[in-house]
C-alpha cells in the first residue's frame, strides 16, 4: 500500500475510531492523525497479542480502528485527570 492508500486507510480508521468512541468523526485531519497514529498502535498491541485481522485495506482499516479506539481511550483518561 503506497502513501495515498495509507493515507486513506489512516482517514478512514480514524473516522470509524472517533464515531464508535465518542459518536462522531474529528474532521479531515483529526481523522488521518488519530487513525496513523492508530494504525501504528493496532499493529504494535495486536502484533504483541499474536493477532491478526487480515491483510489488505480491510484488515489495515479494522486493525487502525481498534488502535484509534485505543488511543482516544488514552487521551480521554489524561485529559479528564486534569
Same mark, same amino acid.
Given at each position: 500500500?503506497?502513501?495515498?492508500?495509507?493515507?486513506?486507510?489512516?482517514?478512514?480508521?480514524? @473516522?470509524?475510531?472517533g464515531?464508535?468512541?465518542?459518536?462522531?468523526?474529528?474532521?479531515?485531519?483529526?481523522?488521518?492523525?488519530?487513525?496513523?497514529?492508530?494504525?501504528?498502535?493496532?499493529?504494535?498491541?495486536?502484533?504483541?497479542?499474536?493477532?491478526?485481522?487480515?491483510?489488505?485495506?480491510?484488515?489495515?482499516?479494522?486493525?487502525?480502528?481498534?488502535?484509534?479506539?485505543i488511543?482516544l481511550?488514552? @487521551?480521554?483518561?489524561?485529559?479528564?485527570?486534569?
Open positions: 500500500m503506497g502513501i495515498l492508500g495509507s493515507i486513506i486507510v489512516g482517514i478512514v480508521a480514524g @473516522y470509524l475510531g464515531l464508535i468512541f465518542k459518536g462522531r468523526g474529528m474532521g479531515l485531519i483529526g481523522n488521518l492523525v488519530v487513525g496513523i497514529l492508530g494504525g501504528m498502535m493496532g499493529y504494535w498491541v495486536l502484533g504483541k497479542l499474536g493477532i491478526n485481522l487480515g491483510e489488505g485495506w480491510i484488515g489495515a482499516i479494522l486493525t487502525g480502528a481498534i488502535g484509534a479506539i488511543i481511550t488514552i @487521551y480521554y483518561l489524561l485529559l479528564k485527570k486534569k
